[in-house]
Nanobody
């Protein structure tokens, strides 16, 4: 059974930075593609960034390119999202996602609020 636990969210001023972490249980982390999604208030969940199982390839939604960096440490079973130059429109609940054998696993989410 896969469990994903996000942490690192909080309140930050515009222009600030946060680093989200997602700790995964189980032995399949190193072979699974991972992603970060977010759901702004009153809106649908959207894909923010994804990373291949090795970490070699990453992709980003246009709105975060150059500001966010997705990475992973397979030895620690942990996924990261470094968020810089945060904007009010980045306010959302951020979710960690693992896609494994056709099944999507989700964490409980962590709230990120960007406000002065």
């Amino acid at each position: 059974q896969v469990q994903l636990v996000e942490s690192g969210g909080g309140l930050v001023q515009p222009g600030g930075s946060l680093r989200l972490s997602c700790a995964a249980s189980g032995s399949m982390f190193s072979v699974a593609p991972m992603a970060w999604y977010r759901q702004p208030p009153g809106k649908q969940r959207e894909l923010v960034a994804s990373i291949t199982h090795s970490g070699r390839f990453t992709s980003y939604v246009d709105s975060v390119k150059g500001r966010f960096t997705i990475s992973r440490d397979n030895a620690k079973n942990t996924l990261y999202l470094q968020m810089n130059s945060l904007k009010p429109e980045d306010t959302a609940v951020y979710y960690c996602n693992m896609a494994l054998s056709g099944v999507n696993y989700w964490g409980q989410g962590t709230q990120v609020t960007v406000s002065s």
